[in-house]
């Protein structure tokens, strides 16, 4: 392998709206699951691929990824800041990363999780050719995405979110590798408004020397929606090394194997936690309650007797004692699109509170800042900083 | 007060390097490996700079000159293998070039790099009348005397000419000296700060551990009168002439959290690491369930329930982290407590020693007016007990009991972070203290405690709202001055949030309780004069709200901390508290950090380097 060294352009500028309320005070990478901000897995990744330089653009509520990742010494790597002060689309984004850059580089989406080796194929690939290279994996909804036309080694051309029907699975990973030249090339693009990145590769999928495919068969997790945030957590519980600090010597406490605990975390008598939830820190969890298949944000206090099922609680938020939330799968409406089969007990944003004996079922997503009465029940959205009235 | 970097190349292995991210030291030339130590150390002093470095081929190299530590152009000395380097602030002579450190002796061959004062330098002086000089430091006596040693009999060395020096200075002093044709760095410590630090392929001396914390964890704190020898083959520490071990321990702060970390200083990045750094303070220390504290703070049996009074010395914002808990240990300990500015403590009468517990407050543990106080407290006999920052400093060792407030280095002149950590961890002890007395109930203990697990998320609500503070400090910035008021706790919030706007942005402000404000400063309110209040719970909020209206009355705009629960209509801008009871100025207090901040900004100022400000004040 050649030693030029690449640096990694990590895209994590965006506000990530689909997943309110949740990113009404943090941006989407920096989401936690399994206690650790999206984005931590993607620089981890481009760490173990043996790149040591990374600029993160960053732009929506950034001082959250400076405070996290400061210079990068945590994870063995170098890193600077770009800004993007709004937000003009991933062409815009990977313009603002331009001063940092002297020779090819990769970029990679700051909230979808890959392996090393795939950040070691493009990066290889960025050294060899001086045409753009783009990673493709495949989705069982790939009309969701940038779907890709590809003969097996070029990129014949990207269609982003399709409206009709498709004729493959074949998307774009996100992950590409770039000489200098793409930033005339994004420069030079027609666009109305927004410079997306694909729209660039599209017009160069065209052109001589074309678009370098790779095909991707490894982990590949995206966070379209909250109640992917219950399964990538579970996923990454079952992957990552899980360390269980402050473990409760109380014997009528009952934590399962397949739970991350941050350190910090004061659990009260008879304290049941299930598979598949993270716990983070400064959490207070009281007697009696039941947390199962969750994940629950730092400085959170979930009451006595609570019971908590494929639940997120962000962080600070109070649930009262005796609050029930649990789902049963429903339907979901997220912008014009229509879910079915939804199994998310529900969200609570950030500094909520919910009263005692509350119940939170189907898919109830409470905003942030938003106070509810005792005993009231929620089965839909609640806007943030409402004010939820029994009656 | 200055700081002090010293590195050698190393030929075996030290210590077995516990630190993975150790890079033992050896990627980088000498010369970059100083130039960064001394950028680490910029917070200590910043008016001038200089290093001396040590090759075969070039013998001793040395540059220095005033300003800033980026503006020194470090010699290429390529196989320099040890060097000095230095960051000053003025004491002794203005920040001049020839005042710089290192300073050398009259041919070149030694230089020595100084922290303290030689208080016996003019006799010195006198005695080396033959010798050229070139500077106005009292440092500089300090190479000329080790050159009288070097000259007078060619079996002494340099270990042996510092140590013959070191007797002769009288005052404080850290010293690191080399010489042309040594391979070592010699360094001695005297009422100053010294820190080893144990790298698998080099060692490091510093001022703090802040200076070499990139390179290596592993650090041994040198006592008072050690002198060490840092060569190729390791380290060697002798105290009265004899070899001695110093225990080697383990810093645990991450390196890169004393960098700035994409922020453009380090103060808006220590106000955002708030949430976290009081995490860290309360870790492990609250059993809310019990209503107790572990601050594993140990007193003889008895001793806190025949207390009558906690005295707490402290200065600058500590002082007012003091303020804040003497009223906490009234209310909650039941016990007596008063304040005072550490340069103006005295045991004073009417005060039975054996009763009196002696707080300090102090972020370095090495303010020397707190330093001071200490030191007066335990000659009358008094208990005494620090809360600082800073592991293995000076306080520490004065102190009979210690608790740390778990904050991380904090680099920004202003202090921030370690305020809110202060008060939390004086909060704790207060309940500590009250639990132990019997003067708090558990339940009531357990109140103060689910506060205080609340205050990182409330901190956190306030910096989400920090695009609001920005507006109205754009808004308010020209304004002729700032009055800050309050009551009960709201006071030391208004005082410090007056201090932190005249630290970095030059703006006249000032704190007062505003009861008093009708009391005179009344006459100073215009409608150019905005007031900054407190309105939270434990401040007595509706009783300064008719204050504010007072000022308002005057036509001076009105901001306020205002708790969630309450509505003040007539204010011109209102910061909303979270509900987290008697913390909730603290809470207010990161509004009035923010303020400050972007006023400052707005104005350009120099926000993590004031002029005429250091960090951690080690004169008295």
Same mark, same amino acid.
């Given at each position: 392998?050649?030693?030029?060294?690449?640096?990694?352009?990590?895209?994590?500028?965006?506000?990530?709206?689909?997943?309110?309320?949740?990113?009404?005070?943090?941006?989407?990478?920096?989401?936690?699951?399994?206690?650790?901000?999206?984005?931590?897995?993607?620089?981890?990744?481009?760490?173990?691929? /043996?790149?040591?330089?990374?600029?993160?653009?960053?732009?929506?509520?950034?001082?959250?990824?400076?405070?996290?990742?400061?210079?990068?010494?945590?994870?063995?790597?170098?890193?600077?800041?770009?800004?993007?002060?709004?937000?003009?689309?991933?062409?815009?984004?990977?313009?603002?990363?331009?001063?940092?850059?002297?020779?090819?580089?990769?970029?990679?989406?700051?909230?979808?999780?890959?392996?090393?080796?795939?950040?070691?194929?493009?990066?290889?690939?960025?050294?060899?050719?001086?045409?753009?290279?783009?990673?493709?994996?495949?989705?069982?909804?790939?009309?969701?995405?940038?779907?890709?036309?590809?003969?097996?080694?070029?990129?014949?051309?990207?269609?982003?979110?399709?409206?009709?029907?498709?004729?493959?699975?074949?998307?774009?990973?996100?992950?590409?590798?770039?000489?200098?030249?793409?930033?005339?090339?994004?420069?030079?693009?027609?666009?109305?408004?927004?410079?997306?990145?694909?729209?660039?590769?599209?017009?160069?999928?065209?052109?001589?020397?074309?678009?370098?495919?790779?095909?991707?068969?490894?982990?590949?997790?995206?966070?379209?929606?909250?109640?992917?945030?219950?399964?990538?957590?579970?996923?990454?519980?079952?992957?990552?090394?899980?360390?269980?600090?402050?473990?409760?010597?109380?014997?009528?406490?009952?934590?399962?194997?397949?739970?991350?605990?941050?350190?910090?975390?004061?659990?009260?008598?008879?304290?049941?936690?299930?598979?598949?939830?993270?716990?983070?820190?400064?959490?207070?969890?009281?007697?009696?309650?039941?947390?199962?298949?969750?994940?629950?944000?730092?400085?959170?206090?979930?009451?006595?007797?609570?019971?908590?099922?494929?639940?997120?609680?962000?962080?600070?938020?109070?649930?009262?004692?005796?609050?029930?939330?649990?789902?049963?799968?429903?339907?979901?409406?997220? /912008?014009?699109?229509?879910?079915?089969?939804?199994?998310?007990?529900?969200?609570?944003?950030?500094?909520?509170?919910?009263?005692?004996?509350?119940?939170?079922?189907?898919?109830?997503?409470?905003?942030?800042?938003?106070?509810?009465?005792?005993?009231?029940?929620?089965?839909?959205?609640?806007?943030?900083?409402?004010?939820?009235?029994?009656? | 007060?200055?700081?002090?970097?010293?590195?050698?190349?190393?030929?075996?292995?030290?210590?077995?390097?516990?630190?993975?991210?150790?890079?033992?030291?050896?990627?980088?030339?000498?010369?970059?490996?100083?130039?960064?130590?001394?950028?680490?150390?910029?917070?200590?002093?910043?008016?001038?700079?200089?290093?001396?470095? +040590?090759?075969?081929?070039?013998?001793?190299?040395?540059?220095?000159?005033?300003?800033?530590?980026?503006?020194?152009?470090?010699?290429? +000395?390529?196989?320099?293998?040890?060097?000095?380097?230095?960051?000053?602030?003025?004491?002794?002579?203005?920040?001049?070039?020839?005042?710089?450190?290192?300073?050398?002796?009259?041919?070149?061959?030694?230089?020595?790099?100084?922290?303290?004062?030689?208080?016996?330098?003019?006799?010195?002086?006198?005695?080396?009348?033959?010798?050229?000089?070139?500077?106005?430091?009292?440092?500089?006596?300090?190479?000329?005397?080790?050159?009288?040693?070097?000259?007078?009999?060619?079996?002494?060395?340099?270990?042996?000419?510092?140590?013959?020096?070191?007797?002769?200075?009288?005052?404080?002093?850290?010293?690191?000296?080399?010489?042309?044709?040594?391979?070592?760095?010699?360094?001695?410590?005297?009422?100053?700060?010294?820190?080893?630090?144990?790298?698998?392929?080099?060692?490091?001396?510093?001022?703090?551990?802040?200076?070499?914390?990139?390179?290596?964890?592993?650090?041994?704190?040198?006592?008072?009168?050690?002198?060490?020898?840092?060569?190729?083959?390791?380290?060697?520490?002798?105290?009265?002439?004899?070899?001695?071990?110093?225990?080697?321990?383990?810093?645990?702060?991450?390196?890169?959290?004393?960098?700035?970390?994409?922020?453009?200083?380090?103060?808006?990045?220590?106000?955002?690491?708030?949430?976290?750094?009081?995490?860290?303070?309360?870790?492990?220390?609250?059993?809310?369930?019990?209503?107790?504290?572990?601050?594993?703070?140990?007193?003889?049996?008895?001793?806190?329930?025949?207390?009558?009074?906690?005295?707490?010395?402290?200065?600058?914002?500590?002082?007012?982290?003091?303020?804040?808990?003497?009223?906490?240990?009234?209310?909650?300990?039941?016990?007596?407590?008063?304040?005072?500015?550490?340069?103006?403590?005295?045991?004073?009468?009417?005060?039975?020693?054996?009763?009196?517990?002696?707080?300090?407050?102090?972020?370095?543990?090495?303010?020397?007016?707190?330093?001071?106080?200490?030191?007066?407290?335990?000659?009358?006999?008094?208990?005494?007990?620090? +809360?600082?920052?800073?592991?293995?400093?000076?306080?520490?060792?004065?102190?009979?009991?210690?608790?740390?407030?778990?904050?991380?280095?904090?680099?920004?002149?202003?202090?921030?972070?370690?305020?809110?950590?202060?008060?939390?961890?004086?909060?704790?002890?207060?309940?500590?203290?009250?639990?132990?007395?019997?003067?708090?109930?558990?339940?009531?203990?357990?109140?103060?405690?689910?506060?205080?697990?609340?205050?990182?998320?409330?901190?956190?609500?306030?910096?989400?709202?920090?695009?609001?503070?920005?507006?109205?400090?754009?808004?308010?910035?020209?304004?002729?001055?700032?009055?800050?008021?309050?009551?009960?706790?709201?006071?030391?919030?208004?005082?410090?949030?007056?201090?932190?706007?005249?630290?970095?942005?030059?703006?006249?402000?000032?704190?007062?309780?505003?009861?008093?404000?009708?009391?005179?400063?009344?006459?100073?309110?215009?409608?150019?004069?905005?007031?900054?209040?407190?309105?939270?719970?434990?401040?007595?909020?509706?009783?300064?709200?008719?204050?504010?209206?007072?000022?308002?009355?005057?036509?001076?705009?009105?901001?306020?901390?205002?708790?969630?629960?309450?509505?003040?209509?007539?204010?011109?801008?209102?910061?909303?508290?979270?509900?987290?009871?008697?913390?909730?100025?603290?809470?207010?207090?990161?509004?009035?950090?923010?303020?400050?901040?972007?006023?400052?900004?707005?104005?350009?100022?120099?926000?993590?380097?004031?002029?005429?400000?250091?960090?951690?004040?080690?004169?008295?």
């Amino acid at each position: 392998m050649s030693e030029e060294p690449i640096t990694a352009v990590i895209l994590a500028a965006g506000e990530g709206r689909r997943l309110e309320p949740l990113t009404n005070r943090r941006p989407k990478p920096m989401i936690p699951v399994a206690n650790r901000p999206l984005l931590e897995y993607v620089v981890e990744a481009v760490a173990d691929a /043996g790149l040591d330089h990374i600029t993160l653009v960053v732009g929506y509520r950034h001082e959250r990824i400076r405070n996290h990742f400061g210079d990068g010494g945590d994870w063995g790597v170098t890193i600077e800041y770009a800004e993007q002060s709004t937000q003009l689309g991933t062409g815009h984004a990977v313009l603002q990363a331009e001063p940092t850059i002297d020779g090819p580089f990769v970029v990679l989406n700051g909230d979808r999780v890959v392996d090393p080796v795939l950040v070691e194929r493009v990066a290889d690939a960025a050294r060899q050719h001086t045409d753009p290279t783009m990673a493709i994996t495949t989705s069982e909804t790939p009309r969701d995405y940038g779907v890709v036309a590809f003969d097996g080694d070029r990129v014949t051309g990207i269609d982003e979110k399709p409206e009709g029907p498709v004729e493959t699975n074949r998307i774009n990973a996100g992950v590409y590798g770039f000489s200098p030249g793409i930033f005339d090339a994004i420069r030079s693009t027609h666009a109305n408004g927004e410079l997306a990145l694909t729209e660039t590769l599209d017009e160069l999928a065209g052109e001589n020397g074309g678009v370098n495919g790779i095909m991707y068969t490894g982990r590949w997790l995206d966070v379209s929606n909250l109640w992917d945030l219950l399964t990538v957590n579970a996923g990454m519980i079952d992957t990552e090394a899980v360390t269980h600090a402050d473990r409760s010597d109380d014997a009528s406490v009952h934590i399962a194997d397949d739970v991350v605990l941050a350190d910090s975390v004061r659990v009260g008598p008879t304290v049941t936690i299930g598979g598949n939830t993270a716990v983070g820190r400064n959490v207070t969890i009281e007697a009696n309650a039941v947390v199962e298949n969750s994940i629950i944000f730092p400085d959170a206090v979930i009451g006595a007797g609570a019971v908590v099922r494929d639940a997120v609680v962000a962080s600070n938020a109070q649930i009262g004692p005796n609050v029930t939330i649990e789902g049963t799968p429903s339907t979901m409406v997220v /912008g014009d699109t229509v879910h079915h089969g939804i199994e998310l007990g529900g969200v609570v944003g950030d500094n909520t509170t919910i009263g005692p004996g509350a119940t939170l079922t189907t898919g109830a997503v409470v905003g942030d800042d938003v106070d509810t009465d005792a005993g009231v029940t929620i089965d839909s959205r609640v806007a943030a900083g409402e004010t939820v009235r029994r009656g | 007060m200055c700081g002090i970097i010293g590195y050698v190349q190393t030929s075996g292995e030290q210590v077995s390097a516990t630190a993975a991210a150790s890079d033992g030291g050896v990627t980088q030339s000498t010369g970059e490996i100083v130039h960064k130590g001394l950028r680490n150390l910029e917070y200590r002093g910043y008016d001038s700079v200089g290093v001396a470095l +040590v090759g075969e081929s070039d013998g001793l190299t040395v540059a220095k000159q005033s300003g800033a530590v980026d503006g020194l152009v470090v010699p290429d +000395v390529p196989d320099a293998t040890h060097g000095i380097g230095h960051t000053r602030w003025s004491t002794h002579g203005p920040p001049t070039d020839e005042n710089a450190h290192p300073h050398t002796d009259c041919v070149g061959d030694v230089a020595v790099v100084h922290n303290g004062i030689v208080e016996n330098y003019k006799e010195l002086k006198e005695e080396l009348a033959d010798h050229e000089f070139t500077s106005d430091t009292d440092t500089e006596v300090i190479p000329h005397l080790i050159e009288e040693e070097l000259a007078g009999d060619g079996d002494v060395d340099l270990l042996d000419a510092v140590r013959n020096v070191e007797d002769r200075l009288e005052g404080s002093y850290a010293i690191c000296a080399v010489r042309e044709d040594d391979d070592r760095i010699i360094v001695a410590r005297r009422g100053s700060p010294l820190v080893l630090g144990r790298g698998e392929n080099a060692v490091f001396v510093g001022s703090d551990v802040t200076a070499f914390l990139e390179h290596t964890r592993d650090v041994t704190y040198l006592e008072d009168g050690d002198v060490a020898s840092l060569s190729p083959d390791g380290v060697e520490i002798f105290a009265s002439g004899e070899p001695v071990e110093r225990e080697i321990d383990t810093v645990t702060w991450e390196a890169d959290a004393a960098e700035k970390g994409g922020y453009e200083h380090y103060m808006r990045k220590e106000i955002h690491e708030q949430p976290e750094a009081l995490r860290q303070t309360i870790t492990g220390r609250l059993d809310v369930d019990a209503g107790n504290v572990d601050l594993d703070v140990s007193f003889p049996p008895g001793f806190l329930a025949d207390v009558e009074e906690i005295r707490i010395v402290a200065c600058g914002t500590s002082y007012y982290a003091g303020r804040y808990a003497a009223q906490l240990f009234e209310e909650l300990s039941g016990v007596r407590a008063t304040v005072e500015i550490a340069s103006e403590y005295e045991f004073g009468a009417g005060r039975t020693p054996d009763r009196t517990l002696v707080v300090a407050v102090t972020q370095s543990g090495e303010t020397a007016d707190t330093l001071g106080a200490v030191r007066r407290a335990n000659d009358a006999g008094a208990r005494t007990f620090a +809360v600082t920052n800073t592991l293995g400093s000076t306080v520490t060792r004065e102190v009979d009991g210690t608790a740390f407030i778990r904050a991380g280095p904090e680099i920004g002149v202003a202090a921030t972070k370690t305020f809110a950590s202060q008060v939390a961890t004086l909060a704790m002890l207060a309940v500590a203290v009250g639990r132990d007395r019997g003067a708090l109930a558990a339940a009531d203990a357990r109140g103060v405690l689910e506060d205080l697990q609340g205050l990182p998320g409330a901190v956190q609500q306030v910096l989400d709202a920090e695009d609001q503070v920005k507006e109205a400090a754009k808004e308010y910035q020209d304004s002729e001055a700032f009055f800050f008021v309050g009551r009960a706790l709201g006071v030391p919030v208004a005082l410090e949030g007056a201090l932190k706007l005249k630290e970095i942005s030059y703006d006249h402000a000032e704190g007062f309780a505003a009861g008093e404000l009708k009391h005179g400063p009344l006459a100073l309110v215009t409608p150019e004069t905005p007031v900054l209040a407190v309105l939270t719970d434990g401040a007595r909020a509706n009783e300064t709200m008719n204050n504010v209206t007072e000022a308002q009355t005057r036509g001076a705009p009105a901001l306020g901390c205002v708790s969630g629960d309450a509505e003040y209509d007539t204010l011109d801008v209102d910061f909303p508290v979270p509900d987290v009871g008697i913390v909730e100025p603290l809470v207010a207090n990161v509004y009035l950090q923010l303020f400050a901040y972007h006023v400052a900004n707005e104005k350009g100022r120099p926000i993590d380097k004031p002029r005429n400000l250091a960090k951690s004040v080690t004169v008295e």
